[in-house]
Protein backbone atom coordinates (compact mmCIF):
# COMPACT_ATOMS: atom_id res chain seq x y z
CA UNK A 1 0.00 0.00 0.00
CA UNK A 2 2.96 2.52 -0.47
CA UNK A 3 1.00 4.60 -2.87
CA UNK A 4 -2.27 4.20 -1.82
CA UNK A 5 -2.71 6.26 0.95
CA UNK A 6 -6.47 4.84 1.66
CA UNK A 7 -8.92 1.89 0.56
CA UNK A 8 -12.57 1.67 1.27
CA UNK A 9 -14.50 -1.46 0.54
CA UNK A 10 -18.22 -2.14 0.97
CA UNK A 11 -18.82 -5.56 2.54
CA UNK A 12 -23.02 -5.84 3.77
CA UNK A 13 -23.76 -3.21 5.87
CA UNK A 14 -20.26 -2.66 6.39
CA UNK A 15 -17.79 0.14 5.32
CA UNK A 16 -13.87 -1.08 5.76
CA UNK A 17 -11.51 1.64 5.39
CA UNK A 18 -7.81 1.69 5.48
CA UNK A 19 -6.23 4.85 5.91
CA UNK A 20 -2.33 4.88 5.74
CA UNK A 21 0.98 7.21 5.50
CA UNK A 22 1.13 10.96 5.79
CA UNK A 23 -1.19 12.95 4.08
CA UNK A 24 -1.32 16.63 2.74
CA UNK A 25 -4.71 18.34 1.44
CA UNK A 26 -5.24 16.64 -1.87
CA UNK A 27 -4.75 13.66 -0.46
CA UNK A 28 -7.54 14.67 1.98
CA UNK A 29 -10.03 16.00 -0.61
CA UNK A 30 -9.51 12.66 -2.50
CA UNK A 31 -10.70 10.78 0.50
CA UNK A 32 -12.98 12.43 1.34
CA UNK A 33 -14.69 12.68 -2.42
CA UNK A 34 -14.33 8.84 -2.55
CA UNK A 35 -16.03 8.38 1.14
CA UNK A 36 -19.06 10.60 0.39
CA UNK A 37 -19.74 8.80 -2.52
CA UNK A 38 -19.69 5.43 -0.90
CA UNK A 39 -21.48 6.50 1.92
CA UNK A 40 -24.48 8.04 -0.73
CA UNK A 41 -24.57 4.75 -2.54
CA UNK A 42 -25.62 3.60 0.86
CA UNK A 43 -28.64 5.11 -0.32
CA UNK A 44 -30.80 5.29 3.20
CA UNK A 45 -29.54 2.11 4.36
CA UNK A 46 -28.18 1.07 7.82
CA UNK A 47 -24.53 1.02 8.33
CA UNK A 48 -21.58 0.40 10.28
CA UNK A 49 -18.00 1.57 9.72
CA UNK A 50 -14.80 -0.26 10.56
CA UNK A 51 -11.70 2.04 10.06
CA UNK A 52 -7.91 0.60 10.27
CA UNK A 53 -5.73 4.08 10.69
CA UNK A 54 -2.25 2.38 11.61
CA UNK A 55 0.61 4.50 11.04
CA UNK A 56 -1.40 7.35 9.50
CA UNK A 57 -0.55 10.81 10.02
CA UNK A 58 -2.66 14.13 9.07
CA UNK A 59 -0.27 17.42 10.44
CA UNK A 60 -2.87 18.65 12.51
CA UNK A 61 -2.35 22.38 12.92
CA UNK A 62 -1.72 23.51 9.26
CA UNK A 63 -3.69 20.61 7.37
CA UNK A 64 -7.55 21.55 9.62
CA UNK A 65 -6.67 25.10 9.96
CA UNK A 66 -6.82 25.36 5.74
CA UNK A 67 -10.62 23.75 6.16
CA UNK A 68 -12.85 26.94 5.96
CA UNK A 69 -16.28 24.93 6.66
CA UNK A 70 -16.99 21.75 8.61
CA UNK A 71 -17.41 19.02 6.11
CA UNK A 72 -21.06 17.44 6.03
CA UNK A 73 -21.31 14.10 5.29
CA UNK A 74 -24.71 12.45 5.79
CA UNK A 75 -24.34 9.35 8.08
CA UNK A 76 -27.75 9.58 9.42
CA UNK A 77 -27.98 5.81 9.20
CA UNK A 78 -24.80 4.76 10.56
CA UNK A 79 -25.09 2.87 13.43
CA UNK A 80 -20.94 2.52 14.72
CA UNK A 81 -17.83 3.62 14.01
CA UNK A 82 -14.62 1.84 15.29
CA UNK A 83 -11.02 2.94 14.94
CA UNK A 84 -8.11 1.31 15.27
CA UNK A 85 -5.51 3.22 15.76
CA UNK A 86 -1.26 3.16 16.80
CA UNK A 87 0.73 5.30 18.39
CA UNK A 88 1.96 7.40 14.52
CA UNK A 89 -2.14 8.18 14.49
CA UNK A 90 -2.78 11.42 14.89
CA UNK A 91 -6.82 12.06 15.53
CA UNK A 92 -7.97 13.79 18.23
CA UNK A 93 -8.48 16.64 16.50
CA UNK A 94 -10.68 14.92 13.69
CA UNK A 95 -13.03 13.11 16.42
CA UNK A 96 -13.43 15.95 18.57
CA UNK A 97 -14.11 18.05 15.14
CA UNK A 98 -16.25 15.90 13.34
CA UNK A 99 -17.85 13.18 15.97
CA UNK A 100 -19.91 15.72 18.56
CA UNK A 101 -23.01 15.90 17.27
CA UNK A 102 -23.15 12.12 15.24
CA UNK A 103 -25.72 10.03 16.48
CA UNK A 104 -23.74 6.50 16.27
CA UNK A 105 -21.08 5.45 19.14
CA UNK A 106 -17.50 6.19 17.96
CA UNK A 107 -14.90 3.53 19.39
CA UNK A 108 -11.48 3.69 19.38
CA UNK A 109 -8.47 2.02 20.78
CA UNK A 110 -5.09 1.33 19.88
CA UNK A 111 -4.88 -2.58 20.84
CA UNK A 112 -5.83 -5.23 18.61
CA UNK A 113 -7.20 -7.28 21.07
CA UNK A 114 -9.17 -4.72 22.33
CA UNK A 115 -10.81 -3.93 18.96
CA UNK A 116 -11.59 -7.66 18.43
CA UNK A 117 -13.39 -7.29 21.51
CA UNK A 118 -15.49 -4.86 20.29
CA UNK A 119 -16.31 -6.00 17.01
CA UNK A 120 -16.94 -9.37 18.46
CA UNK A 121 -19.58 -6.84 20.89
CA UNK A 122 -20.98 -5.39 17.86
CA UNK A 123 -21.22 -8.32 14.88
CA UNK A 124 -21.56 -11.84 14.47
CA UNK A 125 -21.30 -14.96 12.06
CA UNK A 126 -20.05 -14.41 8.67
CA UNK A 127 -19.29 -10.32 9.71
CA UNK A 128 -17.60 -10.90 12.19
CA UNK A 129 -15.30 -13.43 10.60
CA UNK A 130 -14.81 -11.10 7.69
CA UNK A 131 -13.66 -7.90 9.74
CA UNK A 132 -11.35 -10.28 11.74
CA UNK A 133 -10.11 -11.58 8.55
CA UNK A 134 -9.86 -7.88 6.99
CA UNK A 135 -7.87 -6.49 9.91
CA UNK A 136 -5.50 -9.60 9.79
CA UNK A 137 -4.39 -9.12 5.93
CA UNK A 138 -3.86 -5.09 6.88
CA UNK A 139 -0.21 -4.39 5.92
CA UNK A 140 1.05 -1.56 7.52
CA UNK A 141 3.87 0.01 5.23
CA UNK A 142 6.62 1.71 7.72
CA UNK A 143 7.83 3.09 4.26
CA UNK A 144 5.28 6.07 4.35
Do not use: C
Not at 12 to 19: E, G, H, R
Not at 48 to 57: F, G, K, T
Amino acid sequence: MSNQYYHIEVFQDLILVTLRGRWDMSTNIQYLATFADTLNARRGKAFHIIVDMRSWEVPDSEFFARMKAPIQIDRRNQKIEIWLEDDKTVADHIAAKFFNEQNFTLHRTKNQDSFIRQVDSVFSGETKAYILEWVSRQVIDKQN
